[in-house]
């Protein structure tokens, strides 16, 4: 990392599932709305934010929120190669997540030295992540899985697994998974649609925000 980078937003010893009752799944286009769209999650509580890596703009978007936000703890999602992890945790990221992972990808985010929840979405990627001594998971994609009933059948099996499902999750179904003892958080993009962002209604993005940060309460 060089040093005119901005450190990591978030401890390395805090996972990723404890930060937010839900986690904020942004998709950028232009770097100037970074800042003011995460100010904004920030003021309605819910500081997690993960900013996939889809467009051009998102590494210039994390290293913007991790510089200029302070009560935001950015991370990187869609991360699906070493290279990805080198680049995000360089950019300022807190926290990393991947839909999947293979051994090279878990390996590089160990070492990253910031927290991470790789992808999973059957039972044996649950138990070979556990054979690994990882228990914080991303469920991906979460309804097309099997939704709140497929994790509450594997509660039982492996209740060391915790989750944070994100895929198809709404207002109206977020609080059934959070009811479930082995999902901590939930993974979202209702609170942050595109066209707020495109009107730069911060406003409205800081009441949705409000109102998903009390799902969880």
């Known amino acids: 990392m060089t040093s005119s980078s901005p450190a990591p937003s978030a401890p390395s010893s805090t996972s990723v599932l404890d930060l937010a009752p839900v986690v904020p799944v942004v998709v950028l286009h232009d770097v100037a709305d970074a800042a003011p769209l995460a100010r904004a999650l920030v003021a309605g509580g819910l500081p997690a934010i993960e900013v996939t890596l889809r467009t051009p703009a998102a590494l210039e978007s994390i290293r913007a929120i991790a510089a200029e936000v302070p009560g935001a703890v950015v991370g ?3 991360v ?3 290279q990805h992890v080198r680049d995000t945790v360089d950019a300022g990221a807190g926290f990393l997540v991947s839909p999947g992972w293979t051994e090279a990808l878990l390996e590089a985010m160990r ?3 910031v927290p991470f929840l790789p992808g ?3 039972t044996s990627e649950v138990v070979a992540l556990l054979e690994r001594g990882v228990s914080d998971m991303k469920f991906f994609p979460a309804e097309a899985a099997g939704g709140t009933a497929y994790l509450k059948a594997l509660s039982a099996p492996l209740p060391q697994a915790r989750f944070c499902p994100t895929g198809g999750i709404s207002p109206a179904s977020a609080p059934s998974y ?3 003892p082995n ?3 939930v ?3 209702w609170m942050v649609p595109g066209d707020a962002i495109a009107a730069k209604d911060w406003d409205r993005v800081a009441r949705l925000a409000a ?3 009390a799902l969880g309460a």
């Open 76 to 78: 990187a999602g869609t």
């Open 183 to 185: 999902v901590a958080c």
């Open 187 to 189: 993974g979202g993009s």
């Open 80 to 82: 699906i190669s070493p």
């Open 120 to 122: 999973v979405s059957t």
């Open 111 to 113: 070492e990253s030295g």
């Open 178 to 180: 959070l009811a479930l």
């Open 211 to 213: 109102e998903a940060a």
